[in-house]
């Protein structure tokens, strides 16, 4: 057979799966086993059915020839010393060897049993027996005693040519028997010569498929596993161009090309998530210089605005205290325009110039205790608070790393917030409370002012973005979001609370900088107190 045909061959064992060689191996291997054992069942069985005949038919069957032969010559002693002598003592062993003979003979017939050659010997030991006792024994054992037979001398020679007739039959079934126990010996030993051969050949095979089926797992399981072990193991050290190669069974192989399309698909995540990490590298450092540009910016501008604006707003309200009154309602109505822009704008640009120091001014982070921070806010705000009648609740608050003045305006403009967007007519609740969560304190801001709708729930803290006229509540809009530029810049979060519905809640987050501070089980303090807030 050339390669050419081989191949072929060679190809579509290479597309069969593990479970289809174990299958194949199996069958193979239990059929041999089939055979073998069903061999040496039938050795098995054939060695017990020859000891058995031996045993029970063979060796039995000649001791009681023997025993046969023995009662006969008791009889041929018996019979010739009772016709010499008349003695009727002669006579027993003869009566005896009668009653042996009828037992042994029975006894030949079954075991001679199916053996025609057996009871054809048999046969003619019986026959011979017949003759002699009819001839000689039995007239006779007839005569009378006391006195020697005349028949035993008149027949003496026919009695002893009669006899030797039995004992030649005797001899020839014996014989017989003899060679039938050797030849049943012989082929004992030829099967149990054959059984050991035969159990011997299942122990080697069992060796041999054992040998063989670790050999088979090792080539067509573990090896190709271990090739494929070492290779994920190069790919997962970040050898990620490093191929899966397919060995083993097909079912083996298919894993192995999977796995190598998932390391070549991860190998193109990887390029592209490094494409799009140095993309975003350079993005975060466009935006980290744009933020600071703008910060920049926003410091300068507001900075360099302050010296213009004041002139503008100083030489209105000096127009409005020199000139109001002397000129007509329009003019009075524009000066008071001009004046109430240049303040507002004063403010506008005071409140960017704070938002912008956020984080580039106020970074000095210390041990802070939140309770005094709470008071000296409240006491900033205790104008206002007073005015409105507000009621604060609080919770016993935790001592953090932060910055002290950042803190400060934290609690100012979301206590101020909650005071000023109070609804009418009723008095302003508002409770502060902190609990630890993880590594993170949680806080909220209750209150039952107007609230916040839940659409406008993000909006809140963009800059500048107002719900309301400046008619209706004033401010600059920036408030809430200085606090989420505070709450950011320490790790935190800050949202509105959009299942509360009984005024605003507002929650953030801060880092615990202090894991041992803890909360007391009642601390609470009610505060009237007043300042203007700055939101």
């Known amino acids: 057979m050339t390669g050419d045909e081989r191949l072929p061959r060679v190809r579509g064992l290479s597309t069969w799966t593990t479970r289809r060689w174990l299958r194949v191996g199996v069958t193979v291997s239990l059929t041999v086993l089939a055979l073998l054992g069903a061999t040496g069942a039938w050795v098995l069985g054939r060695t ?41 003592d002669f006579l027993k062993p003869y009566q005896q060897g009668l009653a042996e003979q009828k037992k042994d003979i029975a006894a030949l017939s079954a075991l001679l049993q199916g053996d025609r050659a057996g009871l054809r010997d048999l046969k003619v030991v019986q026959d011979s027996v017949e003759r002699w006792q009819e001839r000689i024994a039995r007239p006779i054992a007839a005569s009378p005693a006391g006195a020697p037979s005349p028949l035993a001398t008149e027949r003496a020679t026919e009695g002893k040519t009669s006899f030797d007739r039995v004992r030649t039959a005797m001899a020839t079934q014996q014989d017989g028997l003899r060679a039938d126990r050797v030849r049943s010996r012989a082929d004992l030993a030829d099967t149990m010569r054959l059984r050991n051969w035969v ?86 450092t466009e935006l980290q210089r744009s933020n600071a540009e703008l910060e920049q910016f926003a410091y300068v501008a507001s900075h360099d605005l302050q010296e213009p604006l004041r002139k503008v707003s100083s030489f209105t309200q000096l127009l409005q205290r020199r000139y109001g009154g002397q000129l007509d309602e329009r003019a009075d109505q524009y000066i008071d ?134 008619d209706a509540y004033n401010g600059s809009g920036i408030g809430l979001a200085m606090c989420r530029k505070i709450v950011e810049f320490h790790g935190g979060t800050i949202v509105v609370d959009p299942e509360y519905t009984g005024g605003t809640r507002i929650t953030f ?13 009642t601390a609470s303090e009610e505060t009237r107190s007043g300042a203007q807030p700055t939101a």
């Open 48 to 88: 017990a059915s020859i000891s058995d005949s031996l045993v029970d038919v063979k060796s039995p069957a000649l001791t009681t020839s023997i025993r046969l032969e023995s009662a006969l010559l008791n009889q041929e002693t018996g019979i010739r010393g009772y016709g010499l002598t008349g003695t009727a």
């Open 199 to 284: 159990f011997t050949a299942i122990a080697v095979l069992i060796a041999v498929l054992a040998g063989v089926v670790f050999e088979a797992l090792r080539r067509g399981i573990t090896t190709p596993l271990e090739r494929l072990g070492a290779d994920a193991r190069a790919v997962a050290d970040g050898d990620f161009g490093h191929p899966i190669t397919p060995t083993g069974p097909a079912d083996l192989q298919r894993l192995s090309g999977e796995i190598d399309v998932m390391r070549q698909r991860l190998v193109q995540e990887l390029d592209f998530s490094e494409e799009a990490r140095l993309r975003l590298d350079e993005q975060s």
């Open 337 to 470: 325009f001009a004046v109430d822009g240049a303040n507002r704008m004063q403010t506008l640009i005071n409140d960017l110039l704070d938002f912008s120091r956020v984080g580039r001014v106020h970074h000095a982070h210390q041990s802070v205790d939140l309770n005094s921070v709470m008071k000296r806010s409240l006491s900033a705000l205790s104008v206002s608070i007073e005015e409105a009648g507000a009621v604060i609740t609080q919770d016993e608050l935790p001592t953090l790393v932060a910055d002290p003045t950042q803190m400060g305006m934290l609690w100012q403009n979301l206590i101020g917030n909650a005071v000023k967007f109070r609804r009418p007519q009723e008095t302003p609740q508002i409770h502060v409370s902190a609990v630890r969560d993880g590594a993170l304190w949680r806080f909220t801001v209750t209150d039952n002012g107007i609230g916040i709708a839940p659409e406008y729930a993000e909006k809140v803290f963009v800059i500048f973005q107002r719900l309301h006229t400046k």
């Open 509 to 521: 987050t801060l880092a615990g900088g202090l894991p041992e501070a803890e909360l007391p089980s």
